[in-house]
C-alpha cells in the first residue's frame, strides 16, 4: 500500500512538472493553489482507497467468519450423519441378527411340522389298519353268532328227539316242552297248565338262549308273558313284573291297540326275537314245569 503512495506521488509530481513546461504563460500564484488541489485530493483518494481496504479486509473477516461457521456447521451435519448411520448400521445388524434367528426358528419349525406330520400319516395309517381289522373280526364275530343258533339249535334238536315219545303231541328237555300244535295264547297257557307247567318265564340271557335254541327258524311260539290284565304293563304268568326284555327291531308297538301277547320269533338272532302280537293268534306253545 505504502508502493502504491509513492507512485501515486510521483505521478503527481510528473502532473505537476508538465504543467510547469506547457502553462509558461499562466502567473506564479496558480501554481502554489494548484498543488495544494493535487494534495488534497491525493490525500483525499488515500483516504477512499484506505476506507476500501478497511472495507474489503472487514468484507473478507465476514465471509471467513461465515466459511468458517458453515464448515463447522457442515462439520457438524457430517457428524450427526456419521453418528446416524451408525445407528443405522447397529439397527441393521440387530434386525439381521433377528432375522437370522427367526429363519433358524422357522427351519426349526419346519423340521417339527414335517415330523409331526409324518408321525400323523403313520398314527393314521395304524388306525386305518386298526379299523380293517376290527371290521374283519367283526365280520368275523357277526358270523359266529349266526352259526350259534343253528349249532345250538342242531345239539338241541338231537337231545329232543331223544325224548320225543312215539305218537305223542310234545317233545320235552330238562323240564321244557314245546307242544307240536298251533293255539291261542289262552289255550297255549292252558295246554301247559294241564301237563303241570305253564308257559315259559325268560328272566336271563341263558334262559333266553337256551329259549331261543329251541325255536326253529321260521317258527314262532308263545311264552308266559302278556298285558292281558293291565293294559300296558306286561306281567308274566306268575305276576312278575318284566325286569328286562329281548325285542325284536321296533317292538313292542301294540298294533291296532290289539298286542297283548308275546311271542319268540326263530331268528338268526338268539337274543331279540320277541313281538308282541294279538293273543288270538295261533302258535306253539312253550312251556316249563
Known amino acids: ?41 491525493g490525500r483525499r483518494c488515500l483516504v477512499l482507497i484506505t476506507v476500501s481496504l478497511g472495507l474489503i479486509c472487514v468484507l473478507l473477516l465476514i465471509f471467513i467468519i461465515l ?28 434386525l439381521q441378527d433377528k432375522y437370522t434367528d427367526l429363519m433358524t426358528e422357522k427351519h426349526q419349525l419346519q423340521n417339527n411340522f414335517s415330523s409331526l406330520s409324518q408321525k400323523k400319516l403313520e398314527l393314521e395309517t395304524k388306525f386305518n389298519d386298526l379299523s380293517v381289522e376290527k371290521s374283519q373280526l367283526q365280520r368275523d364275530f357277526d358270523s359266529l353268532v349266526q352259526r350259534i343258533p343253528d349249532f345250538a339249535y342242531k345239539v338241541k334238536s338231537d337231545e329232543l328227539n331223544k325224548n320225543v315219545s312215539k305218537g305223542g303231541n310234545q317233545c320235552s328237555l330238562d323240564g321244557f316242552f314245546i307242544s307240536k300244535k298251533a293255539m291261542s295264547w289262552s289255550a297255549s297257557r292252558q295246554y301247559c297248565r294241564d301237563r303241570g307247567g305253564d ?20 317258527e314262532r311260539s308263545w311264552i308266559g308273558l302278556s298285558d292281558i290284565v293291565n293294559e300296558g304293563n306286561l306281567t308274566w304268568v306268575d305276576n312278575s313284573p318284566l325286569n328286562r326284555g329281548f325285542w325284536f327291531e321296533g317292538e313292542p308297538n301294540d298294533e291296532d291297540g290289539n298286542e297283548d301277547c308275546v ?20 302258535r306253539k306253545a312253550i312251556c316249563e314245569k
Open 67 to 94: 466459511q468458517h461457521n458453515a464448515v463447522t456447521a457442515d462439520r457438524d451435519l457430517i457428524k450427526s450423519y456419521k453418528n446416524t448411520a451408525e445407528e443405522f448400521n447397529q439397527s441393521i445388524n440387530s
Open 1 to 41: 500500500m505504502y508502493g502504491k503512495t509513492q507512485e501515486q506521488n510521483m505521478e503527481f509530481e510528473a502532473i505537476y512538472e508538465r504543467d510547469e513546461d506547457t502553462s509558461a504563460p499562466r502567473t506564479r500564484s496558480y501554481i502554489p493553489a494548484k498543488g495544494k488541489a493535487l494534495q488534497c485530493r
Open 199 to 218: 308257559l315259559v318265564i325268560i328272566n336271563s340271557v341263558e334262559k333266553q338262549r337256551l329259549m331261543s335254541s329251541l325255536v326253529r327258524l321260521s
Open 263 to 282: 311271542e319268540i320269533m326263530g331268528l338268526s338272532s338268539i337274543l331279540n326275537n320277541w313281538n308282541d302280537l294279538p293273543c288270538a293268534s295261533k
